[in-house]
């Protein structure tokens, strides 16, 4: 059996980030060989990987990219802040992100199977989760076409990497309002960005709502139809873009903001880690 030093395991827990006892067995069963023991480690990992899949992965970090024709932005969780803020993680995210903006993904699916390296994003998630000790999985990913981006991440954590962020794209020239816009976003939590975007389905859900509220306050029975229809527009207040009031002065909202500012948006995304 080849003797195994302090500084073989120093080195491959720093090319791993595999725990101490782990590296050792794994380096004393492949008798000294690296490369075998790495097959050992991973092989491990793998088995937990199996074990780890029903877990919740509440944690993790939200990233973006542009490129000249389109911004990618991802959400790629895992179980604990500990490993949501280790290097490893951060690093995984930039490499995970860079491989699906040059790929064009679009959906998780086919972001897994995207190349990096030698390797697919899929398998690298996988491997990386092996090391990790974790469940580390893709959740989610938007990629958005434009010639102009607003991009805001949010860290709610200092210790802690992006865990809010949101992607912008317009038309326009005035940045720094279309950065606000961004930030807004990030703290209104919109959901569409025009009331035709709405389902109906959901409109008329809300309608009976207030309808029945309406009705159970007592309020006039001529009365109602105006009343119902104000509470309505104060549903799409909510969740439309330019019809909620702007973060930083509530006396307007957002659509006279964009006007104002001669900016016009085509579309935005916003992650949240964990929601």
Same mark, same amino acid.
């Given at each position: ?51 780890? =899949? &029903? ?7 939200? *990233? ?5 024709? $389109? %911004? !990618?932005?991802?959400? #790629? ?23 699906? =903006? &040059? ?7 086919? *972001? ?5 390296? $030698? %390797? !697919?994003?899929?398998? #690298? ?151």
């Amino acid at each position: 059996m080849a003797d195994v030093t302090l500084a073989d395991i120093k080195a491959l827990r720093e090319r791993l980030g595999t725990g101490m006892v782990d590296t050792k067995n794994a380096l004393v069963e492949a008798d000294g060989d690296f490369d075998r023991a790495v097959e050992i480690l991973r092989l491990k990992g793998a088995k937990g990987n199996a074990k780890r =899949a &029903d877990r919740s992965t509440s944690e993790g970090l939200i *990233a973006a990219i542009r490129s000249a024709t $389109a %911004t !990618t932005m991802i959400e #790629l969780a895992c179980e604990t802040d500990f490993v949501a803020k280790g290097d490893k993680f951060v690093a995984l995210g930039e490499t995970v992100l860079q491989a699906l =903006a &040059d790929s064009g993904a679009e959906t998780v699916d086919t *972001a897994l199977t995207a190349p990096v390296g $030698a %390797t !697919t994003v899929g398998q #690298l998630i996988s491997d990386e989760a092996a090391t990790l000790g974790e469940k580390v999985e893709l959740r989610r990913i938007i990629r958005i076409p434009g010639d102009k981006f607003a991009i805001y991440l949010h860290r709610t954590n200092k210790d802690l990497p992006p865990q809010v962020g949101v992607v912008v794209a317009y038309a326009g020239d005035d940045v720094e309002t279309a950065r606000s816009i961004a930030q807004h976003i990030s703290f209104a939590d919109p959901q569409y960005l025009h009331r035709d975007d709405v389902p109906a389905s959901h409109v008329e859900a809300e309608r009976r709502i207030v309808e029945e509220i309406s009705r159970g306050e007592g309020k006039p029975e001529a009365a109602l139809p105006k009343i119902i229809e104000g509470r309505v527009n104060g549903f799409f207040k909510q969740v439309v873009l330019p019809e909620q009031d702007y973060a930083r002065d509530n006396k307007q909202i957002v659509g006279r903001v964009l006007a104002d500012a001669g900016l016009s948006v085509s579309a935005f995304a916003r992650f949240k880690v964990g929601a």
